[in-house]
């Protein structure tokens, strides 16, 4: 089980501004900040998912997070491009993957390929 991942970004807080909103849906919040350096986000207080200055990675990431069900989805897609996403995929099942896979992809302010992901069926 991966613990925590940091994903580096041009802007850190233009990417605190898209994060804030895009993961809002999934139960995300900045649990601990490091401004102007870094922060992490996590879910009930715990941060697995990090930004930091020094650049976009390259090539470009892909992170997809778990969501709860399709409807968190939707509401994941929704926000982020809200935030500013560039739509990457929108919302819907992806059976090449496997029967249940409902997904949406975005792209975060560096290009990187951030995706919400329900496995479950509908």
């Given at each position: 089980?991966?613990?925590?991942?940091?994903?580096h970004?041009?802007?850190?807080?233009?990417?605190?501004?898209f994060?804030?909103?895009?993961?809002?849906?999934?139960?995300?919040?900045?649990?601990?900040?490091?401004?102007?350096?870094?922060y992490?986000?996590?879910?009930?207080?715990?941060?697995?998912?990090?930004?930091?200055?020094?650049?976009?990675a390259t090539?470009?990431?892909?992170?997809a997070?778990?969501?709860?069900?399709?409807?968190?989805?939707?509401?994941?897609?929704?926000?982020?491009?809200?935030?500013?996403?560039?739509?990457?995929?929108?919302?819907?099942?992806?059976?090449?993957?496997?029967?249940?896979?409902?997904?949406?992809?975005?792209?975060?302010?560096?290009?990187?390929?951030?995706?919400?992901?329900?496995?479950?069926?509908?």
């Amino acid at each position: 089980m991966i613990d925590h991942l940091t994903l580096h970004v041009a802007d850190v807080e233009k990417s605190k501004a898209f994060y804030s909103a895009a993961l809002a849906p999934l139960g995300y919040t900045i649990a601990m900040a490091f401004p102007p350096h870094g922060y992490g986000f996590g879910v009930r207080g715990k941060p697995d998912f990090w930004i930091a200055g020094g650049g976009p990675a390259t090539p470009q990431a892909h992170i997809a997070f778990h969501a709860a069900d399709r409807a968190t989805v939707d509401a994941f897609y929704a926000a982020a491009v809200a935030a500013g996403a560039v739509d990457n995929g929108p919302p819907g099942l992806r059976p090449h993957y496997h029967a249940n896979y409902y997904g949406a992809f975005v792209l975060d302010p560096d290009g990187q390929n951030i995706e919400a992901v329900c496995h479950t069926p509908a």
